[in-house]
């Protein structure tokens, strides 16, 4: 079984002028066309048994993928389709919208972005969020990460961050997006102390060195365990990212240093995170 538990739709429609020019920035690779259609995404996914798919909403960056055209999406095979909310604590509708698109959209989890949406973690504005999905076991999927927008602060992006919340929340389900990059070994000790806090590999594989690396750290430190598969698409393919993850140990060349063992990389790929996360 392959899970996907990170993917995106939107098309140009959905994204501000000055976040689709800084969005060429985004892999250094390939160019990466940061629209899709639904119809595109469905075939994307076409090798996966289960995907999340993400709304977005960041007043700061003027970038808006609707929780109701995602939720019409997800209607399309919810057999498959996972949809999860976005919800911005600058908004000052955003609890009301919060409960709507839970109750009447009937979305299953939550995207969140303190470096897209230009807040701190802790902030106040974010605690009724928090406190929802506790409730009401949405499970948090939240960009730790840097990112492309040259106004997107770094400073609420660092996953050190995220460790307040899970504090103050200890039965809130936490994803940390793509391993917390550059800040991996933040957040390993992170996914490592707090048992409801995952890491997501997203967004990884296209840059192997760091990704072995990453690697690596987890399988010494233990934590192969908290680690979930995910594409980031359109950014990659599953297909592209199942391959670069069995090929992490490619970049060694031969060289005489320790190899990930395929093994783990292979259980976090094929394994059903669905109950680890509330959404079996």
Request: hydrophobic letters at 45%.
């Amino acid at each position: 079984m392959v899970v996907d538990v990170h993917t995106h739709v939107g098309t140009l429609e959905h994204y501000g002028p000055s976040f689709l020019a800084a969005s060429r920035i985004m892999r250094s690779d390939t160019k990466v066309p940061l629209a899709t259609s639904l119809d595109e995404h469905y075939q994307a996914m076409r090798g996966v048994d289960r995907v999340v798919v993400l709304a977005f909403h960041s007043l700061y960056l003027g970038a808006h993928v609707p929780n109701d055209y995602v939720a019409d999406y997800v209607k399309r095979d919810p057999q498959k389709l996972i949809g999860f909310m976005s919800i911005d604590p600058n908004d000052p509708g955003a609890v009301p919208e919060m409960e709507r698109a839970f109750f009447d959209l009937g979305l299953r989890g939550m995207k969140m972005s303190p470096i897209y949406q230009n807040y701190a973690p802790m902030d106040p504005r974010a605690q009724p969020i928090y406190r929802f999905a506790q409730e009401h076991h949405l499970p948090l999927l939240v960009h730790s990460a840097t990112t492309f927008p040259r106004t997107a602060p770094l400073k609420f992006a660092s996953p050190i961050l995220m460790e307040d919340v899970a504090i103050a929340y200890p039965d809130l389900v936490i994803i940390l997006a793509h391993l917390g990059h550059p800040w991996a070994a933040d957040t390993m000790a992170i996914i490592r102390k707090q048992p409801n806090v995952y890491a997501d590999l997203s967004g990884l594989h296209y840059r192997p060195w760091q990704l072995y690396n990453f690697l690596m750290l987890c399988h010494e430190w233990g934590v192969m365990d908290k680690l979930l598969y995910a594409s980031d698409y359109p950014v990659a393919t599953p297909e592209e990212t199942i391959k670069g993850l069995l090929g992490v140990n490619a970049v060694l060349g031969g060289a005489p240093l320790p190899q990930v063992p395929l093994e783990a990389v292979e259980k976090i790929i094929y394994r059903d995170p669905l109950p680890l996360l509330g959404l079996a």
